[in-house]
């Protein structure tokens, strides 16, 4: 098992323009599994905050029937932040407010299935 | 409840007779899991091989609702009624189909055929309600937009009701403990789920504002987020409030960002007591 598992995911996503920082969180604790970070930058407290909004996203869409939640994105005049899901794992993106999102979006829904198959999602057949 | 035990004994027991019909359990135990990629080749292959076994289509099509592929879920349906006609889930479903796509008498027509079959539970009494009503407002929405439903004026439930242009759009205010203040969430179901959603959500006010304040981003505008079958959209409200909107997965989200904003803007006039 390599040392960073979620390398190329986390290379692909941060050699996007405007993109600041992308994190593999824990859903369930909000620690980070790896990231890759601008100098300076704090990783766990924003981490542990992108998982907990992911979270209570997930949560809600269950409790009104609406499925598993795809995307998420939080917006700011400073910036954004954008994370998917992947079993219990969640991929967060901070990036500035000039970004191309809809880029960061396919990258990111592209993303999953890799986030699933390193994260340990169970092949059932 | 099924467990990945479940599956896994399953998936073996489909792997040693390809040709069983246990891809059905399978796919609903995957389906339950959220697993709907896996469910649907799972199903989809079985059925290549099963193509008129009825419980194979009424799965397909119930994966389908959960992908947001309601075209192929009606579809699938309409295959069951083929093959069994009168079939009590497949009329359920396809009722749920046509009131989601707004064609509220074609879902009239299909859960009145379920209820004639006497087997009304009540989620299915709750649904043929919401019908019924909601193909009356929408013969009643007005036509401007600066006025609320006739007779609605003074109920919060019905604050967004003329901001929100279809059926399956639906909008809410929560005060920054999670409680309604105004506007309703209505399941597929027809129930109203505003105080379970509201619950959940409680806290997303100050979640948002400490990670855009922790990088500097500023006081938090807007969170979407997408599921697989709908787009929810929300902004903060007045006194650390909520407002909450979902729409279906088929509205352009810019779209989703003008209702947005024009919510923002009635919650907003609501709270300083001008409507």
Not at chain 1, 50 to 66: C, E, I, P, T
Not at chain 2, 116 to 139: F, I, K, P
């Amino acid at each position: 098992m390599s040392a960073r598992p979620f390398a190329s995911i986390l290379d692909s996503l941060t050699r996007q323009r405007w993109v600041t920082a992308a994190l593999v969180v824990s859903e369930r604790d909000g620690i980070v599994v790896e990231s890759n970070l601008q100098i300076g930058q704090s990783g766990d407290k924003v981490a542990a905050l992108a998982a907990s909004l992911y979270r209570k996203a997930r949560l809600s869409a269950k409790a009104a029937g609406m499925g598993a939640v795809a995307f998420m994105q939080l917006e700011a005049p400073g910036g954004r932040i954008c994370a998917v899901g992947g079993g219990d794992l969640v991929l967060v993106v901070v990036a500035e407010p000039a970004v191309n999102v809809g880029l960061v979006r396919v990258e990111l829904l592209r993303a999953v299935s890799e986030l699933l198959a390193i994260g340990g999602s169970e092949e059932l057949l | 409840m099924q467990t990945a035990d479940d599956v896994r004994r399953l998936s073996d027991e489909l792997a040693r007779d390809p040709g069983s019909r246990v891809f059905v359990p399978l796919g609903e135990a995957l389906r339950r899991q959220g697993q709907l990629d896996l469910a649907l080749k799972v199903t989809v292959r079985g059925l290549e091989r099963h193509p008129h076994f009825v419980d194979g289509h009424d799965l397909l099509a119930r994966i389908s609702v959960d992908r947001g592929d309601l075209e192929r879920a009606f579809d699938e349906w309409d295959m069951v009624l083929r093959l069994s006609p009168g079939h009590l889930s497949a009329q359920k479903g396809m009722g749920f189909v046509c009131y989601q796509q707004g064609r509220f008498s074609e879902a009239e027509k299909y859960l009145a055929g379920a209820a004639e079959q006497g087997d009304v539970d009540e989620q299915l009494a709750a649904a043929l309600v919401h019908v019924r009503d909601a193909r009356r407002e929408a013969a009643a929405i007005p036509r401007d937009p600066s006025r609320l439903p006739a007779g609605t004026a003074h109920d919060p439930r019905f604050l967004f009701s003329d901001v929100l242009v279809e059926a399956e759009q639906t909008a809410l205010l929560l005060d920054r403990d999670g409680l309604v203040l105004a506007g309703a969430y209505v399941a597929w179901d027809g129930r109203d789920v505003g105080q379970e959603v509201g619950a959940e959500l409680s806290g997303v006010t100050d979640a948002a504002r400490r990670a855009t304040r922790h990088l500097s981003l500023g006081e938090w505008t807007s969170i979407v987020f997408e599921t697989e079958v709908a787009v929810v959209a929300m902004a903060p409200a007045a006194s650390d409030g909520l407002l909450v909107l979902a729409t279906s997965r088929t509205t352009p989200l810019g779209l989703v960002r003008r209702l947005l904003d024009r919510c923002t803007d009635r919650a907003r006039k609501w709270m300083g007591g001008r409507i």
